[in-house]
């Protein structure tokens, strides 16, 4: 079962005892979410969109009427800018914030899950907000979200400034609404019209899937819901003020999502959430979700079952919801094992070797608002560009794939063996022996004496080869 705590977690350490009840380690985990970790400064997400506040204006509004006619000073300027909003730093302090509650917290079962939902709510690499508002959205919306209900969580991430601002909500104005009457309020000589992209996603993506049969009239029916939903707009902070409902731009009358009619107001995005998050598919589509992350690219209706009649039971609990997909986990172990993504992979290298990761404390608080950050501070975000999996930067807005045949390129899997070999320089003094390396091998797999003999047996040119072989071995890149 040593492979069970890569598979809901992220391996076990060579100064850690190996749990005796593998299950109960794991299922213990998810009941709370504790404080962070990490020991270093947090920057809360209202702080780090006020950067991003800086940058856009900066750049928008001063920088490219102040140097249009001279392109050098403009770029030499925007540098300047990018140092002075910390664009190049808060992503990489967010990785180290991240990786530290899979590497030193204890709850790593807690912090994969997490990673879960973050990547299931995904925000799309636009606008800059990689740089500055993913990590502290994952944190502050996500995280916090592990001990309630999905419906809760739903609702959260729907009203939440950065899914806004993703899925471009702020644009949608009802046909009907206020603002359609008057153009001269929207300052663009177009007739109001919605957006689809944030209903779209809330269906497709967020709940029922297009296996509920919803139709092209249910997601304009929805996104005549969702109007109103917007950033708060103003001539300094231009998109970036906090998220309220604009009533004016709201579509009245009533709206039918599903069959089911709505009436107009505020109210009724979180009426239609209620319904959505307690439709058969959405708990399917979890369900799915879950096992296709933990246990295998093809779930089976047997594996899904416990977690769908969990959500129901429990109106969407997350941590009963959690503890079902665990224990399911935990009963297919020997049969199904799960290719490992990138980040995973790499999370578990850095705990079972004990590494000298994320980078410490005191070199991310040393940063100073407008310098440059050192290499060594932005090294998080490097890293994690290079081996192709940087979850803050998902390419389209259903996240990052959790289907192995997408991670298994030559390209990737020789990243991996770079990044292996790389790791042996984050080595702890003292570490480089065999009895430490029996140790890692010993606490996570099921067969240590094949893996021993593999790595030592091996005529090794250099001393980083053992890493090289560990981590690389067919055993350790599933889980």
Not at 207 to 214: D, E, F, I, N, Q
């Amino acid at each position: 079962m040593r492979n069970f705590f890569r598979k809901v977690g992220y391996g076990i350490g060579p100064n850690e005892q190996v749990p005796t009840d593998p299950l109960k380690w794991a299922l213990d985990q998810v009941n709370d979410v504790p404080d962070l970790s990490w020991k270093g400064k947090i920057y809360s997400e209202k702080e780090l969109r006020n950067h991003y506040k800086d940058w856009v204006y900066g750049d928008r509004k001063v920088l490219r009427k102040k140097y249009k006619d001279n392109k050098t000073l403009y770029k030499t300027h925007k540098d300047l800018l990018r140092h002075k909003t910390g664009q190049k730093f808060w992503e990489s302090l967010e990785i180290s914030i991240r990786h530290n509650e899979g590497i030193n917290s204890s709850h790593p079962v807690l912090a994969k899950l997490w990673m879960f939902w973050g990547n299931f709510f995904a925000i799309s690499e636009k606008d800059f907000l990689a740089n500055y508002s993913t990590g502290p959205y994952h944190r502050e919306i996500i995280r916090p979200n592990l001990n309630q209900t999905f419906e809760k969580m739903v609702y959260d991430v729907t009203t939440s400034w950065a899914m806004i601002h993703h899925l471009d909500n702020s644009e949608s104005a009802g046909p009907k609404s206020i603002t359609a009457g008057q153009d001269w309020r929207r300052k663009k000589k177009r007739p109001a019209t919605i957006n689809e992209n944030h209903a779209r996603e809330l269906l497709e993506l967020h709940t029922v899937s297009p296996k509920a049969g919803y139709t092209q009239e249910d997601v304009i029916q929805l996104a005549y819901v969702m109007t109103g939903w917007q950033q708060r707009w103003s001539k300094k902070k231009l998109e970036t003020g906090n998220v309220w409902f604009n009533s004016e731009y709201h579509e009245p009358g009533k709206k039918n999502v599903l069959g089911k009619e709505y009436k107009k107001g505020k109210k009724s995005l979180a009426v239609v959430i209620k319904d959505l998050v307690n439709h058969p598919n959405c708990r399917d589509f979890v369900a799915e979700r879950l096992c296709k992350y933990l246990i295998t690219d093809e779930p089976t209706q047997e594996m899904k079952q416990p977690i769908i009649d969990a959500f129901k039971q429990t109106d969407g609990f997350l941590p009963e919801i959690h503890k079902a997909a665990i224990k399911i986990a935990y009963k297919y172990n020997d049969k199904y094992r799960k290719f490992q993504t990138p980040e995973n992979w790499f999370i578990q290298v850095a705990k079972t070797a004990d590494l000298s990761w994320p980078p410490a404390t005191h070199l991310m608080d040393s940063y100073e608002l407008g310098v440059k950050p050192l290499r060594s501070q932005r090294l998080p975000e490097r890293i994690l560009r290079n081996i192709g999996h940087h979850p803050y930067r998902a390419k389209q807005p259903n996240g990052w794939s959790d289907d192995s045949a997408d991670w298994l390129s030559p390209e990737l899997l020789i990243r991996r063996l770079v990044y292996a070999d790389r790791s042996y320089s984050f080595l702890k003094a003292g570490n480089d022996n065999k009895e430490f390396y029996e140790k890692i091998i010993n606490n996570n797999f099921d067969n240590p004496g094949k893996i021993s003999d593999y790595v030592f047996k091996n005529m090794l040119r250099k001393s980083s080869e053992k890493n090289v072989l560990i981590f690389n071995h067919p055993e350790f890149l599933k889980a």
